[in-house]
Nanobody, 126 residues
Framework: QVQLVESGGGWVQPGGSLRLSCSASRSTLEDYNIGWFRRAPGKEREGVSC????????HYADSVKGRVTISRDDRWNTVYLQMNGLKPEDTAIYYCAADKRASWPCSIESIIYDDWGQGTQVTVSS
């Protein structure tokens, strides 16, 4: 099992930025597709973005396209989610997950992901 840990969440005003991190202590993330998901209060889990292990191909949900960038740094065994222009509707718990089968291209369908982190809270409000 891949043990994932998210960090970087917090409170930010609308228009602000946050960078979320997803790391693993006992596994090499570069072997997997990594996805970011979020669950807002009272809503279902939503796929945000993913990055492919094969060639770093990325995919974004329409709701965040142009405001969010996913990247990986294999030196630090970490996948990042840079979020800019944050809106109140971005408020949610954000989770990263590992797709061990590493299908290509990566997908933000949560059903294909095997292991999940505990999440980090992002709150956007004035």
């Amino acid at each position: 099992q891949v043990q994932l840990v998210e960090s970087g969440g917090g409170w930010v005003q609308p228009g602000g930025s946050l960078r979320l991190s997803c790391s693993a202590s006992r596994s090499t993330l570069e072997d997997y597709n990594i996805g970011w998901f979020r669950r807002a209060p009272g809503k279902e889990r939503e796929g945000v973005s993913c990055i492919s292990y094969r060639d770093d191909t990325t995919h974004y949900a329409d709701s965040v396209k142009g405001r969010v960038t996913i990247s990986r740094d294999d030196r630090w065994n970490t996948v990042y989610l840079q979020m800019n222009g944050l809106k109140p509707e971005d408020t949610a718990i954000y989770y990263c997950a590992a797709d061990k089968r590493a299908s290509w291209p990566c997908s933000i369908e949560s059903i294909i992901y095997d292991d999940w982190g505990q999440g980090t809270q992002v709150t956007v409000s004035s």
